[in-house]
């Protein structure tokens, strides 16, 4: 089951997606459909099917709170970052490295993103997989984490890299407005299966600048589910980002970054593709 966000000619709805059709689900959107308990969802009654040609995809929920996410969780990744900042020591963390971008960073697939080149002139890439929470939990196993796991999205982790330094932090660089593309969809967990085995890429203009395995993940998606979990209670709805593999911009000799007009796709197996066109915008002069 993939489970869609739309608009069509009767305005925004939540749906599933079954083959190239859509039926809209009777709610007011999918944070809410998660908020159902188990037997409520399975007796919503699902509307006409309408081709997805005819519906415009937008992101598939927005959470109630910030985006949660995990720095440097691939350890090629940590190891690229580390050599741009001309530093030997690779030391792997004990925990997750956590971190937010902010809710209106949300952006749909197929959106163009309208980033400020006022603001920032290295607007970097970041492919992720995303983990959509089902049920309310608090300090869960990482044996049962995955049972909390409603699904998973495709998520661009778009960060600003001179004002991430200039912060000397991470939120404000990751959370200007659509910097995080989100979706298609979302697909079933039970339909996707094991989230630690994933092919995982982004492309710029079709060239390929990530590819890797969610199987490199130095921490998986049930001990990240945990170790977030522990002490704070993650609600349906609530997003997680994986962490990034290799391959980003900011590490590239020289470094590489977005530019007006490219086209940027994430594509996780087993779940598809997610592209978005950037376009950056200076403001009129005084």
Same mark, same amino acid.
Request: glycine fraction near 8%.
């Given at each position: /089951?993939?489970? *869609?966000?739309?608009?069509?000619?009767?305005?925004?709805?939540?749906?599933? =997606?079954?083959?190239?059709?859509?039926?809209?689900?009777?709610?007011?959107?999918?944070?809410?459909?998660?908020?159902?308990?188990?037997?409520?969802?399975?007796?919503?009654?699902?509307?006409?099917?309408?081709?997805? @040609?005819?519906?415009? =995809?937008?992101?598939?929920?927005?959470?109630?709170?910030?985006?949660?996410?995990?720095?440097?969780?691939?350890?090629?990744? @940590?190891?690229? *970052?580390?050599?741009?900042? $001309?530093?030997?020591?690779?030391?792997?963390?004990?925990? %997750?490295?956590?971190?937010?971008?902010? +809710?209106?960073?949300?952006? $749909?697939?197929?959106?163009?993103?309208?980033?400020?080149?006022?603001?920032?002139?290295?607007?970097? #890439?970041?492919?992720?997989?995303?983990?959509?929470?089902?049920?309310?939990?608090?300090?869960?196993?990482?044996?049962?984490? !995955?049972?909390?796991?409603?699904?998973?999205?495709?998520?661009?982790?778009?960060?600003?890299?001179? =004002?991430?330094?200039?912060?000397?932090?991470?939120?404000?660089?990751?959370?200007?407005? $659509?910097?995080?593309?989100?979706?298609? #969809?979302?697909?079933?967990?039970?339909?996707?299966?094991? +989230?630690?085995?994933?092919?995982?890429?982004?492309?710029?203009?079709?060239? *390929?600048?990530?590819?890797?395995?969610?199987?490199? /993940?130095?921490?998986? *998606?049930? &001990?990240?589910?945990?170790?977030?979990?522990?002490? /704070?209670? !993650?609600? %349906?709805?609530?997003?997680?980002?994986?962490?990034?593999?290799? $391959?980003?911009? /900011?590490?590239?000799?020289?470094?590489?970054?977005?530019?007006?007009?490219?086209?940027? &796709?994430?594509?996780?197996?087993?779940?598809?593709?997610?592209?978005?066109?950037?376009?950056?915008?200076?403001?009129? +002069?005084?």
């Amino acid at each position: /089951m993939r489970y *869609v966000s739309f608009v069509s000619a009767d305005g925004p709805q939540a749906g599933v =997606l079954e083959g190239d059709c859509v039926k809209p689900l009777a709610v007011a959107d999918l944070v809410a459909y998660l908020e159902l308990d188990p037997a409520a969802r399975q007796a919503l009654k699902l509307g006409p099917a309408t081709a997805l @040609a005819e519906v415009a =995809l937008v992101a598939p929920l927005r959470p109630r709170k910030n985006v949660f996410c995990v720095g440097r969780n691939y350890l090629d990744h @940590a190891a690229e *970052v580390a050599r741009s900042q $001309g530093r030997t020591d690779l030391k792997l963390p004990a925990v %997750p490295t956590f971190f937010t971008k902010a +809710p209106t960073a949300i952006a $749909g697939p197929g959106e163009t993103l309208a980033l400020s080149a006022d603001i920032s002139s290295e607007y970097d #890439w970041e492919a992720e997989l995303a983990v959509v929470i089902g049920r309310r939990v608090r300090d869960v196993s990482a044996r049962e984490a !995955l049972d909390a796991v409603f699904g998973y999205a495709c998520l661009n982790d778009l960060t600003a890299r001179d =004002l991430q330094r200039a912060h000397q932090q991470w939120f404000k660089g990751k959370s200007l407005d $659509g910097t995080c593309p989100f979706g298609p #969809w979302i697909v079933d967990a039970r339909e996707l299966g094991d +989230p630690q085995d994933l092919t995982i890429e982004l492309r710029v203009n079709g060239t *390929v600048k990530q590819h890797s395995h969610t199987s490199k /993940m130095i921490f998986p *998606v049930g &001990e990240i589910v945990a170790q977030l979990s522990r002490g /704070m209670t !993650l609600e %349906p709805g609530d997003v997680i980002a994986t962490g990034t593999p290799e $391959g980003v911009g /900011m590490a590239r000799t020289p470094p590489e970054f977005l530019h007006d007009g490219d086209v940027v &796709e994430i594509e996780i197996e087993r779940i598809g593709v997610l592209r978005n066109t950037i376009r950056l915008e200076r403001s009129a +002069p005084a």
